[in-house]
């Protein structure tokens, strides 16, 4: 059977060119669809189930990075054993060699922007090598990639949070981040969870891990990040799904396939 890609890309006059350039030095790869955006992408992966996913680093909708991460979350939801694996990703970016070079050791490629044919050559054969060999879905290789490009993306990091100040009715609490079980995003809102309670920030999961040491957080799905210093253990059910059990909470925390390796025995 053919290998079979998908293509994530706003710029239609880009896409087609990849789509050409795969075409010319690879000529058994099957484009099975073009996406326009990133939540089409993700909707079209699910549905199509390709080998391979080009994506676009910056796209309307979704990024490449939070599609990647969406993509992890829902991928094994609902399918039979022997269902296709999790797809190989090549980024596709704008970003100067110099800064990409934290990449090249990773397990997923990147396409510089404009593409050409010797750097995607390149990029074909190290598929074609991935593609030989079995892995699993969510392998540490995409989660590792995805914290070097958020490391990456233009801006300055923001100065870390000490306090966190949360809603809980009518009153606002100040909450020592040390403090923090996990926070889980809920609507347009995260919930911060300690042993004492939960309250109510209004932001997104995204600006707040930025904010956050790197070290003792850690997100653990598309909605939760976990305080690493207040897990207990990590378990694992007759499926393989793993759930994190924390001190001072009775609830569990779920473990996306993309997080789970950061809680395998060492």
Known sequence: MNTRAL????EP????????ALGRLWPELVIAGT???GVAAVDMALALRPDVLFLDIRMPGRTGLEAAEELAEQWDAGLPEGAPPFPHIVFVTAYDDYALQAFERAAIDYVLKPVSDARLGRTVERLKRQLARPRETGDAGLAQLLDQMRALLPGTAPERLTIVRAAVGSVVR???VEDILYFQAVDKY????????EALIRTSL????????????R??????IVNLRHVASAVRDDAGKTALVLRGCAQRLRVSPLYAHLFRQM
Not at 13 to 20: E, M, R, V
Request: proline share 2%; charged share 25%; aromatic share 2%.
């Open 206 to 217: 995204k600006d707040l891990i930025v904010q956050l040491d790197g070290d003792v957080f």
């Open 190 to 197: 995260v919930n911060v969870v300690t042993a004492d309670g």
């Open 174 to 176: 100040m909450i020592r």
């Open 35 to 37: 996406a326009p955006n």
């Open 219 to 224: 997100q653990v799905s598309r909605a939760s």
């Open 13 to 20: 006059i880009l896409a087609a060119t990849l789509a050409k």
């Open 7 to 10: 293509i994530a890309e706003d």
